[in-house]
C-alpha cells in the first residue's frame, strides 16, 4: 500500500507545501492532497518546495529542498553545522518563537493526550541561551575525530564548536581530538562534565579489553589539567567503572548546595535552569517542616536533600547505585543525615515495601513517564500534594490523565526551558487531591 502510493509519488517529484504549524520534533506540518506531511525546516506562514521520502497511508515525510515563501521568523541558524546535526532542531527561528511553540506543545499533550484542561503558566526561558549544556558525549572515529550522531543514525557530524557547551568545554574536545591519536584507540565515546567552578570530568567509554592508564599518554592529562579537567575515568580489565587519572571526588552546586556526582549518575544537564526548576518544586511541594515527603527517581539526591531541611523525613527511590551511593554521601555533606533516606531499586517495585504513608510525592521519572504500577499505587496511597517533573510532555500528558480521572486536580504547570534550540521542554505540575 506504502510502495504504491510512492510509485504515485516518485521521491524526485517536487512538490509545493505550506506549513501549518510546527509539531513537538521540530519539524513543519502542512497537507499535500489531505495527507499530513511533516518537512523539518519549514516554519508556519513558509511556503517550501519539498520532495517526499516517506509515505505512509495517513502521512508522509519530505525533505525541504527550497523555501518559496520566508516566514518573518527566520533566522540565519548560528551553528555551522545546524542542519546536518541531531542536537539542535530549532536553531532556524528566534528564541522567542522557539518558547511559543514549546508552550503550545504543552499546552497540546496535556488537552489532547491528558484531556486536561488547564492554564499552562508562560515558559520560564533563558535570558541567554547559548553555552548551557554542562555534558557532552562525543562519538569517535578510528582517525581520531570526535563527534555528535547525526540524528537518529550512527553517522559523525563532526563541529569546530559546539554552540550549546561553554568556550572551555568545547576547547576539552579539540584537546581530546589533538592528543587521542594513537592512544586508547578502543574509546569509542567521551563525556565530558562541567560544574558551575569550571571544572571538568572526562569518561572514556569503551570495550573491556585492557585497563586505561594515564601512563599511556601522559601529554594528554597534562593538557586537560591545565584547562581545568580535574579527573579521567575509564574502565578496569573487567569493565567496570575506573578512576583513570585525578580526583576522585567531583561535585556541582545547586541551589548553593553542593553535590558529588558520579560519572555515571543523572545530573540535569543545564545549570542555570535546574535552580529554576527546582525552586518550582520546592514552592509547590510548599512544606511547612511536618510532611513525610518521598522523592521517585531521586538520582543523587538533590531533590531530596533541597526538601530535607524542611520536611519532617525525605525517602528517595532510584534505582542507579552510582547515584544512591553518591546520594547517601550527599547527605551526609548537606547536614541532612537523620532526615533522608535513600532506597535503591526500581520504583515500582521500591515503593510497595515502604512502610510509610507520604502526605508529599515529589518524581522525576525518565522520558518514557511513571510505569503504570506507580501510578496506581500513588492512586491507592493519595498524598495530598504531587509535584511532577517531566522532560516529556506526552508521557506527562498520559500519567497526568490517569491521575486526574483517579481523584487528582492540576494546579499548576510551569514548563522551563532547560535544553533550548531543541525540542525538548521539562515542565513542572503540581497536582493536589480532592
Ligand atoms: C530524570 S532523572 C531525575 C533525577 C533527579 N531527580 C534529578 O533531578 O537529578 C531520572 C532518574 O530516574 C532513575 N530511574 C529511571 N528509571 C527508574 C526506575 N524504574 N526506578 C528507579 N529509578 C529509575 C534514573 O537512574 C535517573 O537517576
Redesign the pocket.
Known amino acids: 500500500m506504502n510502495d504504491k502510493r510512492l510509485d504515485n509519488n516518485p521521491t524526485d517529484e517536487k512538490l509545493t507545501v505550506e506549513c501549518l504549524r510546527l509539531i513537538s520534533d521540530g519539524s513543519g506540518v502542512g497537507y499535500l492532497n489531505g495527507i499530513a506531511t511533516f518537512v523539518p525546516g519549514l516554519l508556519p506562514g513558509e511556503i517550501g518546495e519539498v520532495e517526499v521520502y516517506e509515505a505512509k497511508k495517513k502521512w508522509q515525510r519530505a525533505r525541504l529542498l527550497r523555501v518559496i515563501k520566508r516566514s518573518p521568523e527566520r533566522i540565519a541558524a548560528p551553528c555551522s553545522v545546524f542542519e546536518e546535526c541531531g542536537g539542535c532542531q530549532l536553531q532556524h527561528t528566534t528564541y522567542e518563537e522557539t518558547l511559543v511553540w514549546k508552550q503550545r506543545w504543552v499546552e497540546d499533550a496535556l488537552s489532547r493526550i491528558g484531556k486536561i484542561s488547564v492554564e499552562v503558566k508562560p515558559i520560564h526561558g533563558m535570558a541567554s541561551p547559548w553555552c548551557y549544556r554542562n555534558k557532552a558525549s562525543l562519538h569517535r572515529e578510528p582517525t581520531g575525530k570526535l563527534g555528535y550522531y547525526k540524528g537518529k543514525s550512527k553517522e559523525l557530524v563532526h563541529f569546530s564548536e559546539c554552540l550549546l557547551l561553554s568556550e572551555r568545554m568545547n576547547r576539552w574536545i579539540r584537546l581530546a581530538e589533538e592528543f587521542l591519536t594513537d592512544s586508547f584507540a578502543e574509546i569509542h565515546t567521551l563525556s565530558f562534565r562541567e560544574n558551575t567552578k569550571g571544572e571538568g570530568l572526562l569518561l572514556l567509554e569503551g570495550p573491556p579489553t585492557k585497563a586505561l592508564s594515564a601512563e599511556d599518554n601522559p601529554e594528554f592529562f597534562e593538557a586537560l589539567f591545565k584547562e581545568g579537567v580535574r579527573s579521567v575515568w575509564g574502565t578496569d580489565s573487567e569493565g567496570n567503572l575506573a578512576l583513570i587519572w585525578g580526583e576522585e571526588r567531583f561535585s556541582q552546586t545547586i541551589l548553593d548546595m553542593t553535590f558529588e556526582v558520579s560519572p555515571l549518575?543523572?545530573?540535569?544537564v543545564n545549570s542555570l535552569q535546574?535552580d529554576v526548576l527546582?525552586s518550582h518544586v520546592l514552592d509547590g511541594a510548599a512544606l511547612t517542616g511536618e510532611e513525610i515527603v518521598w522523592?521517585?527517581?531521586?538520582?543523587?539526591g538533590?531533590?531530596a536533600l533541597a526538601l530535607a531541611s524542611k520536611a519532617q523525613k525525605v525517602t528517595g527511590?532510584?534505582?542507579?547505585p552510582y547515584?544512591v551511593d553518591n546520594a547517601i554521601q550527599n547527605a551526609v555533606n548537606n547536614n541532612a543525615v537523620g532526615h533522608v533516606e535513600f532506597l535503591m531499586?526500581?520504583?515500582?517495585s521500591?515503593m510497595t515495601k515502604i512502610d510509610e504513608e507520604p502526605d508529599v510525592v515529589v518524581l522525576?521519572?525518565?522520558r518514557s513517564g511513571m510505569?503504570p504500577a506507580v501510578v496506581q499505587r500513588l492512586l491507592e496511597l493519595k498524598p495530598q500534594r504531587i509535584i511532577y517533573?517531566s522532560?516529556d510532555p506526552g508521557t506527562l500528558a498520559r500519567d497526568l490523565g490517569v491521575l486526574t480521572q483517579g481523584g487528582y486536580a492540576v494546579e499548576s504547570v510551569q514548563p522551563v526551558d532547560m535544553f533550548p534550540w531543541t525540542m525538548h521542554t521539562e515542565c513542572c505540575c503540581l497536582l493536589e487531591h480532592a
Open positions: 549518575s543523572f545530573l540535569q535546574t527546582y522523592d521517585l527517581y531521586s538520582g543523587i538533590t531533590l527511590i532510584e534505582e542507579n547515584a531499586g526500581k520504583v515500582e521500591r522525576d521519572p525518565p510505569h517533573v522532560c
